[in-house]
């Protein structure tokens, strides 16, 4: 009973490692999340959007390729909140 449990353990955390998701930063500062690692096709960055659907991108918009746990999150350059007195 241990061994089986030991295996399924192992397996889940094996097959939890493979579902990386991405973040695509263009170089207009927006950002896209994949649900697959984006491959380089013909000058093309090729992936799965979050939702599934496949789409491609030029390399000449793509500023970034970070795997989603890496990727900080931006300050904005300006305050666009009026400040209360």
């Known amino acids: 009973m241990n061994r089986i449990s030991l295996l399924l353990l192992l397996s889940l955390t094996v097959l939890c490692g493979c ?3 991405y973040v695509l930063t263009l170089d207009n500062g927006k950002r896209i999340t994949t649900a697959s690692k984006p491959k380089l096709q ?3 960055y090729v992936f799965k959007d979050a939702m599934g659907r496949p789409t491609s991108i030029p390399v000449s918009r793509v500023r970034e390729v970070a795997p989603a746990s890496m990727v900080k999150e931006e300050k904005a350059m300006f305050n666009t909140q009026p400040q209360t007195k």
Do not use: C, D, L
């Open 19 to 21: 579902a990386h998701t």
């Open 42 to 44: 013909n000058g093309t």
